[in-house]
């Protein structure tokens, strides 16, 4: 994979100036999964021509060793991270839907990508490395599908928000088929269940839920494994702070997913026993 930049790119700034883009369309950031963690080192071709365009091609598809960083020229490299999660994000207005059929096409149709993507470069310092507190790269230009309200100091800075954008779709996916589930109960009880399809649209539901929660396993488990990998040895070329500092940050990181696991647990068992809880209803209807 190759790349063309212009000879006036961000890469050729002596100074360290910071960009960040908020994507409402995060598949820019996807890898070749859907769910994915990497790490990518460039490198730069010479162009043909003085002036032509900068060519980069992926020299690593994993972090560089220090000393590959030291050997490298601030402007003829840079480290591209990131994180990539494909999520399903349900309509707000799904009281619309009379049913749900052919489950697979219609949550191809709702996927949304959302992640985070930064670029880093070797530090102008001249003591790169050598000193505690100059780190050997330094992030740069960010990429982010959820908000973030201020230019961030550290990749780091985006770990957080992101599961925060994880919740947020959580939970409106789960009041959309609580309000569904709803719904349908209260056509249960004003048809005193005698409505044939009225099991098909309960099932439906079910699918849906279950669907939805397998989408939240593979956000999760992608989350706890890019957490492993920002703390192995292989990543400390990308920690850009004290090594006490990088811990606690990660410990916020860990603590979110895990707040986003129990409540997807909780979500997913309460509207479960809704709608085992509607089933029984209708089932009574029958038998009366």
């Given amino acids: 994979m190759d790349i ?19 994507l409402r ?15 990518r080192w460039w490198y730069m071709e010479k162009p043909i021509v003085f002036y032509g365009d900068h060519h980069w091609k992926i020299r690593l598809n994993s972090a560089p060793s220090p ?23 349900l309509p707000k207005k799904m009281e619309d839907w009379t049913e749900i059929q052919l489950l697979e096409r ?20 001249k003591s790169t490395g050598s000193h505690v507190n100059v780190p050997l790269l330094q992030s740069q230009i960010y990429f982010s599908t959820s908000e973030y309200a201020q230019l961030p100091t550290y990749a780091t800075d985006l770990f957080v928000p992101l599961v925060g954008k994880l919740q947020d779709i959580w939970n409106d996916n789960m009041a959309g088929i609580h309000r569904r589930l709803l719904t349908l109960r209260s056509k249960v009880v004003k048809l005193s269940g005698n409505d044939p399809d009225l099991i098909g649209h309960l099932l439906n539901e079910v699918q849906l839920l279950e669907a939805l929660h397998n989408n ?8 706890e ?10 990543w400390k070329v990308l920690h850009e702070q004290a090594s006490d500092q990088v811990r ?22 309460s509207l479960t026993d809704l709608s085992q809880n509607i ?10």
Wanted: charged share 25%; aromatic share 8%; with cysteine.
């Fill in 225 to 234: 494994t890019f957490h492993r990998q920002y703390l192995s040895d292989s």
């Fill in 4 to 22: 063309a930049i212009k000879r006036n790119d961000f890469l050729n700034d002596e100074a360290n100036i910071k960009r960040i883009f908020v």
């Fill in 106 to 125: 219609l949550l191809g149709s709702l996927e949304v990508d959302q992640g985070i993507m930064w670029i880093m470069r070797r530090s102008p310092s």
């Fill in 279 to 288: 089933i029984t209803l209708v089932s009574n209807y029958d038998l009366s």
């Fill in 248 to 269: 606690e940050v990660m410990d916020n990181f860990g603590k979110e997913i895990e707040i986003l696991k129990k409540n997807g647990e909780d979500k997913v068992k």
């Fill in 25 to 39: 369309d995060g598949s820019v950031l996807r890898s070749q999964t859907p769910f994915s963690s990497y790490c």
């Fill in 67 to 89: 000393t590959t960083i030291r050997q490298s020229s601030r402007k003829g490299c840079f480290l591209q991270s990131g994180l990539s999660l494909a999520c399903y994000v």
């Fill in 216 to 223: 939240l396993k593979k956000q999760l488990e992608i989350l």
